[in-house]
């Protein structure tokens, strides 16, 4: 059977009265259920406001009624049904004037129009629409570059899908205020942002939606280069830079270099303008000494942004707390006994000494003790001196002619050269007295 026939036959010649064999179908509607059908679901659409005995339906899937659109026609009274040109194969008229499409698809959206024809041959015609979503697929965030330069780069996050549908975005999987800190394009697939910033660094998102799907895309992480900043010494958890840091001798500290980069930097240290062999972020100063005083520096490198900050503080000695002094130990020894010239204060960075006999010239020099520890005899040794690593002499079995002038030179480690000097008094050892001679009367005055 052939579609149903859109327009009447001119009226006779001479009628009193205009047949109205085509209406509009004030009170015909179309309803799809599911109302929001998803793409496999079975639809129906659904007539209300039929009225009258109606002898065949025509379904069209289109904007108007042409033949181009037709789906169907069906004769009410012997249940035929012919397919038309816009037929499927998933299309079924029911009797009372519905259309099933069974596992609709995406490309069934669109306007449908039912056009109705009863026994007066007059036709009516209803309106409606259907929307079949499709089930959407995984959508795919892509940029132009995931490792960026802060305020020189330009960040373009693109959201891919083969659907028409709508799109949001996530940061670090929270829904991200795009239109605020990023420029979106007017369908919201493209985000730009000129100049990009560190806070920006993180995982990217998109998700696409419509009302029976929601898919969202794998993360994009994106790393921002900065740095570095804020470069600085510390010591003990403690910022120094640009302080002077004491330390005592022959003790030991470490400074640790900071920086805010990303990546982390690179760390060179100079030691009074000279580069060190020391590429770690610490620098360790082990048995301070004069010569190791001076201004260290360290310098921090990005390897990405190709900036460089440096911060430098000053080591130095702590000032000596005690003089040298040298005692003898017996203060007034006799002869025969040993004596020991006691050196207090002597210095830490000390390199070398020498002890003279009289003034600091060679001949009168008794002994001198080397970096290594052992000391060697001079020209005025006696063979009864011995030297000890704290700068003190031992002299041995005195006799009265050990008494005089003895002189201490001492050279520290940077060259600083110390002389002191100290006189040695030496008693004479007396044999005791006999007992007659302890109670012998004392002459008078003037008797021989």
Request: with cysteine; proline share 8%; charged share 15%.
């Amino acid at each position: 059977v052939g579609a149903v026939a859109t327009a009447a036959s001119p009226a006779p010649s001479g009628s009193s009265s205009s047949a109205a064999f085509l209406s509009a179908g004030a009170d015909i509607s179309i309803t799809p259920e599911p109302a929001q059908p998803a793409e496999g679901d079975n639809v129906t659409l659904t007539v209300h406001g039929l009225s009258g005995e109606v002898l065949a339906y025509n379904w069209y899937a289109g904007p108007t009624l042409s033949l181009t659109y037709l789906v169907a026609s069906y004769i009410v009274s012997t249940g035929d049904e012919t397919p038309g040109p816009a037929h499927t194969g998933r299309e079924a008229v029911r009797p009372d004037g519905g259309l099933d499409i069974r596992g609709a698809l995406p490309g069934h959206s669109g306007t449908y129009i039912l056009q109705t024809l009863n026994r007066q041959l007059q036709t009516d015609v209803g309106y409606g629409h259907v929307q079949v979503y499709e089930i959407l697929a995984q959508p795919v965030v892509t940029a132009n570059n995931t490792a960026l330069v802060e305020r020189r780069d330009t960040l373009r996050l693109a959201c891919s899908s083969p659907s028409p549908a709508e799109v949001r975005w996530f940061f670090n999987g929270e829904a991200l205020p795009i239109a605020i800190r990023l420029g979106q394009s007017p369908d919201g697939r493209v985000l730009t942002r000129h100049g990009v910033r560190r806070e920006e660094a993180g995982a990217y998102q998109c998700e696409v939606w419509n009302p029976v799907s929601v898919s969202r895309s794998e993360p994009v992480n994106l790393t921002v280069y900065y740095g570095p900043e804020r470069v600085a010494i510390l010591q003990d958890s403690t910022t120094r830079t640009g302080c002077t840091i004491k330390l005592d001798f022959n003790t030991s500290l470490t400074l640790w270099c900071v920086s805010q980069s990303c990546p982390e930097p690179e760390y060179v240290w100079a030691f009074n303008g000279r580069a060190l062999k020391n590429g770690q972020d610490h620098l360790n100063i082990t048995s301070m000494t004069a010569a190791q005083e001076g201004t260290y520096t360290c310098i921090a490198k990005n390897p990405k942004t190709l900036l460089s900050g440096s911060a430098s503080v000053v080591v130095k000695l702590s000032a000596a707390a005690v003089a040298m002094t040298i005692v003898p130990v017996p203060t007034r020894p006799m002869e025969g006994q040993d004596v020991t010239l006691t050196v207090q204060g002597y210095p830490k960075d000390l390199l070398v000494y020498a002890w003279y006999r009289g003034p600091a010239s060679e001949p009168g020099r008794l002994l001198s003790q080397l970096p290594s520890g052992n000391w060697i005899a001079g020209p005025a040794h006696t063979g009864r001196e011995v030297g000890f690593a704290n700068c003190s002499l031992l002299v041995q079995k005195l006799n009265l002619t050990d008494a005089g002038r003895y002189t201490l030179k001492t050279v520290t480690l940077q060259g600083k050269t110390e002389t002191l000097e100290v006189e040695l008094q030496v008693s004479l050892n007396l044999p005791p007295l006999r007992e007659d001679q302890r109670h012998l009367p004392e002459p008078e005055p003037g008797t021989g």
